[in-house]
């Protein structure tokens, strides 16, 4: 099973040679928001989650130097807006109030799904447009109903879920890399 896995992953890596284009034009975004003096809001479900408040990390800590901290927040990470808002608006709303709540216009919200059909994404995306944020999709499988949505896909095309989290966590240290190196550091 270890190596079928690990040939798995090899698989799926390799693939991201196909992405460099929008992955580089997605990390372009990111700093052409965090250079206007904006802040980036991420937001994903379960795995998705958990890379969400791993990127803001990266942003507001550091990845690899040492450098001022950037606006990023998870949406992922406060238990009392998230049992609030989806008892009291439902769980399709859990990212949307918020999106409206902390996004302002000049803002860059990042979904990520592996699925590419979290309706809770979705509504996030409908609500960073309507307040005049700009939105990137980090997806899988075939970017799903998110990838018309969004002004920005990467699309990891995989079919299975771990693979494509594995996909999607390279993906944000690179761009975390990018992120670094253009705006200093160290």
């Known amino acids: 099973m270890f190596l079928e896995a690990l040939d798995e992953h090899t698989d799926a890596m390799n693939r991201l040679a196909i992405l460099e284009i929008p992955i580089v034009d997605a990390a372009e975004l990111i700093i052409k928001t965090l250079q206007e003096g904006n802040k980036i809001l ?9 890379d969400a408040q791993h990127f803001a ?6 990845f690899e130097k040492e450098r001022q901290p950037w606006p990023c927040i998870s949406l992922a990470t406060d238990t009392s807006n998230l049992t609030a808002i ?16 902390l996004g302002r216009s000049g803002d860059l919200l990042i979904g990520i799904s592996t699925s590419g059909n979290s309706r809770n994404i979705q509504e996030a995306v409908d609500a960073a447009k309507h307040i005049g944020m700009k939105t990137v999709g980090l997806l ?12 920005r ?6 079919p299975r879920t771990a693979r494509i989290q594995e996909c999607h966590i390279f993906i944000l240290h690179v761009w975390a890399m990018i992120i670094e190196n253009r705006l200093g550091g160290g």
Request: proline share 0%.
């Open 153 to 158: 896909a990467v699309i990891v095309a995989h």
């Open 86 to 101: 989806g008892n009291d608006y439902g769980y399709d709303a859990v990212f949307s109030r918020q999106v409206l709540g």
């Open 140 to 151: 899988g499988r075939d970017g799903g109903l998110l990838a018309k949505l969004v002004d």
């Open 42 to 50: 991420v937001c994903g479900n379960g795995g998705s989650a958990a």
């Open 57 to 62: 990390a990266e942003l507001v800590g550091r």
